[in-house]
């Protein structure tokens, strides 16, 4: 379909009769504007234009948001690849689908992937669900060996949605995330369960960036 939508807008650039001189009669209106100025003016506006929306046909077409962890809802029954030092799979109260991750205590599971730059992270939100309501940390990673730890208060006993993205740094390629049970804070078990982990990245962000940036061009010259 794209190149299919490329051949007919070159086509119908190559077969536009191009003069300097002036109007002739008969001329369809929409060709009035392209006898004006010099040709070598048009032929630049004309090939940058065709450039632009090349650019954004493919933009709009192959670019789309992707996840970087896998098993994020520990749907396949097993904590891999998550790594963790005693949190384990659960199925008693899962937020969603069958299975959770559940620990008791301040004990950590963690993810990593390939680094990915932080401009181009759309959101990092997870489902976390801690009875006593205390607190818990986390760390996201940042290439090549750095982290940056916040705590969070837990304001509800049930499964709650956190959003992580307002930490992440402005520069920088994030290249895992960590996530605490906690310990203390009431007399009942230090319970933690934690469901639906997800991080989002999507470098349409930048092509979509670039390509108003040549549209600008386009129409400033
Ligand atoms: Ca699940």
Redesign the pocket.
Known sequence: MLLGIIITLKRGYDNRNYTDGPVETGVDLSDIRFHYGPSIIREVVMRNLYLVITLALVSFIFAAPVELLLNT???DGVLTPWTTNNWIIDTAD???????AFVEGNYWIKQEFTPADVNNIVSITFWYMQPEQAFFAFHLYYSPSDYDQDIVHVYDPGWVEYDLTSFLRSTGNLEGFKIFGYTGGGSSPDYVFL??VSIIYDDDLALQSETFASIKAVFSE
């Open positions: 809802g520990f749907e899962p937020h969603s689908g069958t299975y959770c469901d639906d």
